[in-house]
């Protein structure tokens, strides 16, 4: 009986994740959900300055804030790229940021990760700018993955990091203390100064690289979140 009730459970699951109808209301609601919210972003000119130039970007995010990102692509004016798991999860979320200007490349540490680092070196030596969560998919929270160093190292790219601050949030009870904005609150979105990552490093080198910019992120989050009275 559990058996039956356990194959019926993921039926229905897939059932939904597979639906375009509810992916299309999915992001709908997460649409209109983004209009009661007040947006501000900090250095978006740099940015877009650095692009129209020919720059290439990967901004980096804890996974803790990406709910806030949604609309990057829409502010920056182009679409980005960002690499999702090859699950019936992903699936679904692929089809809903995809409304958004996000671009799927499909991977994770776990499953086709090494593939996926490869497409985003090619997306991003083709000229396009991509976001990585660089704690995710499952951590250990505040804990960049190497995978953010070998892509710039790889691509030529600069690393970015993106400080998505919230005044007023809901935080959930999963891995990383996951927050969502609450409605009718202010998002503050700020770029940090760019780091470019030596096409050449040691092993020592490469760790501490890593390390330096996970220090930094984790120091200017825990600062700048106080200055929006969390």
């Not at 919210?37 to 020919?54: D, H, P, Q, S, Y």
């Not at 790229?81 to 019936?88: A, C, E, G, L, N």
Request: hydrophobic content about 45%; overall charge positive.
């Amino acid at each position: 009986m559990l058996s039956t009730g356990m194959t019926m459970r993921k039926k229905i699951k897939f059932a939904i994740l597979t639906s375009p109808f509810v992916a299309l209301l999915t992001y709908w609601v997460v649409a209109l959900y983004f209009k009661t919210l007040t947006i501000t972003v900090e250095e978006e000119e740099k940015i877009r300055r650095f692009i129209g130039e020919g720059g290439r970007i990967i901004f980096a995010c804890w996974h803790q804030r990406f709910f806030g990102g949604f609309v990057a692509p829409r502010i920056l004016g182009e679409d980005l790229y960002i690499m999702i798991s090859r699950s019936r999860d992903g699936d679904f979320a692929s089809s809903v940021v995809r409304r958004f200007g996000w671009m799927g490349v499909r991977g994770s540490g776990s499953r086709g990760g090494r593939e996926a680092l490869k497409t985003l070196v090619r997306t991003v030596s083709a000229g396009h700018s991509v976001a990585h969560i660089i704690d995710g998919p499952t951590g250990p929270p505040r804990v960049i993955k190497p995978g953010l160093i070998a892509l710039a190292q790889r691509s030529g790219a600069v690393i970015v990091p993106a400080f998505i601050l919230y005044n007023n949030a809901w935080t959930f009870n999963s891995w990383d203390r996951f927050m969502v904005p609450k409605p009718f609150s202010r998002i503050v979105v700020n770029f940090g100064d760019m780091v470019s990552v030596p096409p050449a490093m040691t092993d020592e080198e490469f760790e501490d690289m890593r390390k330096t910019l996970e220090s930094f992120m984790i120091r200017e989050y825990e600062k700048r979140d106080r200055s929006c009275g969390h």
